[in-house]
């Protein structure tokens, strides 16, 4: 399985990835429906954290209702069995998963690759796993 994975040494946080994201996955341009975090650590300027799942399936085996199950390339959740419980958003080791008011589904990666093409400092890249 492909994964996609940071160099969070090249990120300078412009946050393309992120709307890139949405574009590609909600038809909106809402950085905030991105299914991965950009974190800034200032006072340190240019330093940035990157947080995308690692598909490492951790939040399958801790949801409850069994909303998540592998799919080809990555982890789906399942919005008709998934009851917004939050179990899998608390347990994700890579603390990748985002919350949006507009949805009881957490958002989660589905290694579309959109922000690996795209990325303009190319932070972002596919590694095989």
Same mark, same amino acid.
């Given at each position: 399985m492909r994964v996609i994975t940071t160099k969070p040494e090249l990120c300078s946080g412009c946050k393309a990835c992120q709307a890139l994201c949405s574009l590609t996955n909600f038809n909106e341009n809402n950085p905030k429906k991105g299914a991965l975090q950009i974190i800034g650590h200032f006072p340190d300027p240019g330093?940035?954290?990157?947080? /995308? +799942?690692?598909? %490492? &399936?951790? #939040?399958?085996?801790? =949801? !409850?209702?069994?909303?998540?199950?592998?799919?080809?390339?990555?982890?789906?959740?399942?919005?008709? /069995? +998934?009851?917004? %419980? &939050?179990? #899998?958003?608390?347990? =994700? !080791?890579t603390r990748s998963f985002v919350q949006h008011a507009s949805t009881v589904v957490p958002i989660k990666c589905i290694s579309c690759g959109a922000c690996v093409e795209y990325c303009p400092r190319r932070a972002l890249v596919w590694q095989e796993g």
């Open positions: 330093t940035y954290e990157i947080n /995308i +799942c690692s598909q %490492c &399936g951790v #939040c399958a085996s801790e =949801c !409850p209702v069994q909303a998540i199950s592998p799919g080809e390339n990555a982890y789906i959740i399942d919005p008709e /069995i +998934c009851i917004g %419980c &939050g179990a #899998c958003v608390a347990s =994700c !080791p």
